[in-house]
Structure formats: C-alpha cells, structure tokens
C-alpha cells in the first residue's frame, strides 16, 4: 500500500493497493487547531482494507469542540481557554459550565447554573442504604463505580437520551451528585456518619466539608485548602479522548443511559495506568523509603524486564511536559505552606527524582516528563486525604469532562455506535470434534 497526499485548496491522500490496481482518494479534514486528520470512513468499502491501531496513537475516534492539546508545546485548552489562566482566575464550576456549555457564562447564566447544580446534590435517601452493603475496607473506587451506576435505578424518571432537557437534568444530577457519593464512600470506610452536602457552602468547601466534617464539631473551610482543591478539580475536568473518556463515549454510542456510562468511565479512570496514578506515585515513593535509593529505583525502571514504571512519569499526548503538572507543583507548594509543612520527605524525594528523571538519557530519549499525578498525591495526602480516596477525587472531577463529551456525542448527527473491527489471528474454520474422539 502506498499513499500521498495531493492537493491544495482540498487536500486528499490517495491510498493504492500496491498490485492491485485499486486506489482510492480519501479526504483529509481540517480542525480549527491541530494535525489535519485523514477520513478513513471509505477505506474498507473501496479497497476492502481496514486500518491497524491498537491503542489509538493515530486514531481520532471522533470530532470535538471541549478540550484541545498539543503534547509537544504543553498546551491544554478547554473551549479555547488555557489550563493555567483557568485555574489562576476562574472556578470549577465556571469551569463546569464552560465545558458542557462552550463559552464562559455571563453573571446571571453562572448563576443559574451554580444554583442548578447546588439544587441536585443530595442523594435519594433510599441510595445511602447501598453503601451497607459493601465491606469496610471496599475500595472507594468499587463503591463509587456501583453507587453512580445504581443511579439509574434511582433517577429513570429523566433518562430519555433523546430529550435535550432530560439529559442536562442528568448531567446536573451526576456533576452535583458525585461529592455526596464519593464523601460517603470514604465516611463509610472510616466507620463515621455521612455529612449531607451544605449548599452555603462552594463546589469545592462542600465536598471538603463532606470528607472531614463531623456532626459533633463545628467545621470552617480553610480558604488555602478549598482553593487548591478547587485547582485540583478545575486541573482535572476534561482531558481530550483518553481512555475514561472513550469509555464513555463508546458505551454511550449504544444509546446507554449516562449513569451507566460515568460508572463505566469510573471503572476505566481506576487503572493504574490512567487514574490510579496518583495512588501508585505515592505507594511508589513509600516503597522506596528515603532518597538514596532512588538511583537504583530508577535503574530498575530501565531494566526492561523488571516491569516497573516511573508512576507519575510519561503521557501518551505529552511529549514536551504536561502544563497541569507545572501547576500542580506550585500548589504544592503552596498548600504545604499553608499547613506549616516545612519538611515533606515525599516532597523531597519526588523533586530529587524528577532532577534525576529529567537528566537520564532514558527519559530524556523517550520524552517522559511528570505528569499531573505525579504532584497531586503530595499534595492531597498533606490535605489528610487518604491514599485510596485519590483516584475517587479525580472522578468527582472528571465527570464533568465525561457528561460533556457524553452530550456533545449524543447531540452530534454523525453519532454512530462505536464498533472498532479487528486483524483476527486465530485459528481458520474447524469442524468440531466430540469429546470422546478428541486427545
Ligand atoms: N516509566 C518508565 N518507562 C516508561 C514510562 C514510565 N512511567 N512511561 C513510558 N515508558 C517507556 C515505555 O516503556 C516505552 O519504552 P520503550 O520504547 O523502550 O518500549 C516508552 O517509554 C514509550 O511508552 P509507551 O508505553 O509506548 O507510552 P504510552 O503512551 O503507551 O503510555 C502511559 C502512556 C500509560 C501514561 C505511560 O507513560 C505510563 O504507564 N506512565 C506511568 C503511569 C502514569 O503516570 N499514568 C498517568 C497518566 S496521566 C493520567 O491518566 C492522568
């Protein structure tokens, strides 16, 4: 197969079935950003040929206007707007809006839909009753990936995909709901009462509030603290077509209710490959107890056959460094500021193994930088969030990321079900053989 491309004022690649005397003219698309991509879409009904990419490195599986990045200049927008000058001035929930909506909200629209949202995030009552029946020491990614897609038995009253309106019902319920659930979760693993949500209270102080209010004592946001996890939120909203997000869109492509979805895109964000890095940065960091022996850590994460990665370390998009790691290692520092945190032995390590990552040949040649999990667990364990609840925060999150994409899916005309095809390899047809005359 040979192929180029021709063309100016409508570029098209003419893809030729080398001894074969087919070819075919495919068009190459345009976004208003980024690489020109090439419309596949007749490949197989011309030459009879699929396309091979196992892992999607050059695949677009759909067209978007939410969040754009580009890995070699460290760029991340959300509907046009950079990551840094979001979470410098703006706030989750403007944040929220301009994902699902496009553009940032004038007072009264933000106001309407901080009120929305603030107006769902009590749970139905009867769905507290499920938590009873996980153990206490249920991973809170386990209970919260049941919880949310048990929402569905609790909120089909708004589940007709077809109906703008009740899929931004849905879409406010689960944004407003996922705090109360993921709280709970961890108020359940530590054996205290659930705190029902103060609506007084912002996105963020809520959820804060939530985690580590009890009803025996009077509970004051920390205006450092609620800010940074507001960063924290705001830094992890939406992230382009990565492998939670596909999950939700593929499983919504089949018409599936969005709270069905979510759970699925929360039990994709749980591997530690993807969401669970935050986790493993700091088992990783915990495991190697002090920094000398980081020098041998790292020779083992070179040694190929140790099958040890550098947790927090690498991005299938970035390649230059990830513009959501930079910020998170100044809120890190901020925050521990802010808690009096002179000494942070993790902090520590985890600088003087970015110094030694970032000038090994290793790294450098393969063009693996931190990535934005590599700070965030430092910084939510010195907020005394536990370890298990970190990849829980990240979902609370990146739903709003996953119902937006969800929706901009559901609105889009070209919207098919998502069905990838494969190169089979197994065996050619057999006929069966019974059992008594086999071996
Ligand atoms: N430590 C050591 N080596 C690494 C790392 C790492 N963290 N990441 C990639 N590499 C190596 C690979 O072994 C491979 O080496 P090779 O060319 O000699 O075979 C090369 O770098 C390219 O890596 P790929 O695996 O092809 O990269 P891919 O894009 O498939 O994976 C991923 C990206 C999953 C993020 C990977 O870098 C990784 O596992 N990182 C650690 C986990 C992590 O931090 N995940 C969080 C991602 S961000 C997020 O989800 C919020």
């Not at 403007?94 to 994902?99: G, I, K, M, P, T």
């Not at 063009?367 to 370890?387: E, H, Q």
Request: hydrophobic content about 40%.
């Amino acid at each position: 197969m040979s192929s180029s491309a021709t063309g100016a004022a409508k570029p098209t690649v003419t893809v030729t079935l080398d001894g074969s005397n087919r070819s075919t003219r495919l068009p190459v698309l345009s976004g208003s950003i980024g690489p020109d991509v090439v419309d596949i879409r007749k490949l197989y009904g011309d030459l009879g040929v699929f396309t091979f990419d196992p892992g999607y490195g050059a695949t677009a599986s759909c067209e978007s206007k939410i969040t754009y990045i580009d890995g070699d200049a460290g760029v991340l927008l959300y509907r046009g707007y950079p990551i840094e000058q979001l979470a410098e001035q703006s706030d989750f929930i403007e944040v929220s809006y301009l994902l699902m909506y496009g553009d940032l909200p004038t007072p009264s629209q933000l106001e309407a839909f901080r009120k929305g949202v603030t107006y769902h995030t009590m749970v139905h009552e009867q769905l507290r009753r499920f938590f009873d029946g996980f153990r206490r020491d249920a991973h809170p990614m386990a209970v919260i990936c049941g919880v949310v897609g048990a929402l569905a038995a609790f909120y089909h009253d708004n589940l007709d995909i077809n109906d703008p309106h009740q899929r931004e019902i849905a879409a406010y319920r689960l944004i407003a709901k996922i705090p109360t659930i993921a709280a709970w979760a961890y108020k359940y693993s530590i054996g205290q009462p659930f705190m029902y949500p103060r609506n007084d209270l912002s996105y963020a102080e809520n959820f804060l509030y939530m985690l580590n209010a009890v009803p025996s004592e009077s509970w004051k946001p920390n205006p450092i603290l609620s800010r940074a996890m507001d960063r924290i939120l705001v830094l992890h909203a939406d992230h382009e077509q990565n492998a939670s997000t596909s999950t939700v869109r593929l499983a919504g492509s089949t018409g599936a209710n969005p709270f069905a979805c979510v759970a699925a895109g929360i039990a994709a964000l749980w591997g530690p490959a993807h969401g669970g890095a935050n986790e493993a940065v700091l088992k990783m960091l915990g495991e190697i107890g002090s920094p000398e022996n980081i020098p041998q850590f790292i020779s083992e994460v070179k040694d190929k056959n140790s099958h040890t990665k550098l947790m927090g370390f690498g991005h299938r998009v970035y390649k230059n460094f990830d513009p959501r790691a930079k910020i998170m290692k100044e809120t890190c520092h901020e925050v521990l500021a802010e808690l009096g945190i002179k000494d942070e032995p993790l902090l520590d390590m985890a600088m003087e193994m970015e110094r030694i990552a970032l000038s090994d040949d290793y790294f450098i040649q393969r063009k693996l930088y931190p990535n934005v999990d590599f700070y965030s667990g430092i910084i939510l364990k010195a907020m005394g969030i536990p370890t298990s609840m970190f990849t829980v925060l990240f979902a609370v999150a990146r739903t709003v990321g996953w119902v937006s994409q969800w929706k901009e899916m559901i609105e889009d005309p070209s919207q098919r079900i998502g069905r990838p095809r494969q190169i089979y390899t197994g065996a050619t047809q057999r006929d069966y053989v019974p059992v008594d005359r086999r071996g």
